[in-house]
T-cell receptor, first 117, second 114 residues
C-alpha cells in the first residue's frame, strides 16, 4: 500500500480563493509527522507546514493550514487567499517514528496547483 | 544562515559515464539526506547519513551508486556507470535532530543521461 497518497494530479484555483489539496497516509506507527512542501519550477523544496501525530490542534502557518483528521488518516493542506506565486507542485510527506530520531521522509506524487486571474 | 548548497546545478552525460554531485549542508546539521526525484514523481530517499555514518541506504542501487560524507560535513554522491533511467533531479537535504526534524533542501542537481 502507498504510504502517502495524493489523488489530485492537478488543481486550478482563482486568485484570492481558497483551495484544498488532499493527502491521505498509511502507517501503523503511533508516532509520526506530516509535512507539506512546495516545489516551484526552480526545483527547490520549500517547507510549508508540519503536523505531529500527537498534536491536538490543526497546524497553521500564515495562509497555510493543515486539516488533520487522524481517524481518517488524512492531512489536507488548505491555502487561503491564493496568490499567483502559489502556482507550483505541492508534496505531502510523512516521517515515521518520533522526533528523537531523524528519519527519512516518504513523499506522495504531488499535486500541481495553478492559480489563475 | 546559508542554506544547503549543491553543485553542479545541471549535468548532461552519456550512458556508461560516471558523474559526481556535491552537497554542503546547513552548518550544524548532523543529518544529511540524498533524494532522487524522477520527473513526475515525489522525491525518493537514496541514502541518509547521521554525522559520517550511514543510517539508511536500503534504496541505494549499490552496484552503481555510492556516497560518502567524510568528516561529517559535506557529502558526495557518485554514479558509475550511469544508465538512462538515472536521469532525475538529485536533491540533498539536511536536518537537526529534535523538534520535528524539518528537512531543508538544496536546489538540486538535474542530471540528464543520453
Amino acid at each position: 500500500a502507498q504510504k502517502i497518497t495524493q489523488t489530485q494530479p492537478g488543481m486550478f484555483v482563482q486568485e484570492k480563493e481558497a483551495v484544498t489539496l488532499d493527502c491521505t497516509y498509511d502507517t501503523s506507527d503511533p508516532s509520526y509527522g506530516l509535512f507539506w512542501y512546495k516545489q516551484p519550477s526552480s526545483g527547490e523544496m520549500i517547507f510549508l507546514i508540519y503536523q505531529g501525530s500527537y498534536d491536538q490542534q490543526n497546524a497553521t502557518e500564515g495562509r497555510y493550514s493543515l486539516n488533520f483528521q487522524k481517524a481518517r488518516k488524512s492531512a489536507n493542506l488548505v491555502i487561503s487567499a491564493s496568490q499567483l506565486g502559489d502556482s507550483a507542485m505541492y508534496f505531502c510527506a510523512m516521517r515515521e517514528g518520533d522526533t528523537g530520531t531523524a528519519s527519512k521522509l516518504t513523499f506522495g506524487t504531488g499535486t500541481r496547483l495553478q492559480v489563475t486571474l | 544562515e546559508a542554506g544547503v548548497a549543491q553543485s553542479p546545478r545541471y549535468k548532461i552525460i552519456e550512458k556508461r559515464q560516471s558523474v559526481a554531485f556535491w552537497c554542503n549542508p546547513i552548518s550544524g546539521h548532523a543529518t544529511l539526506y540524498w533524494y532522487q526525484q524522477i520527473l513526475g514523481q515525489g522525491p525518493k530517499l537514496l541514502i541518509q547519513f547521521q554525522n559520517n555514518g550511514v543510517v539508511d541506504d536500503s534504496q541505494l542501487p549499490k552496484d552503481r551508486f555510492s556516497a560518502e560524507r567524510l568528516k561529517g560535513v559535506d557529502s558526495t554522491l557518485k554514479i558509475q556507470p550511469a544508465k538512462l533511467e538515472d536521469s532525475a533531479v538529485y536533491l540533498c537535504a539536511s536536518s537537526l535532530m529534535g523538534l520535528h526534524n524539518e528537512q531543508f533542501f538544496g536546489p538540486g542537481t538535474r542530471l540528464t543521461v543520453l
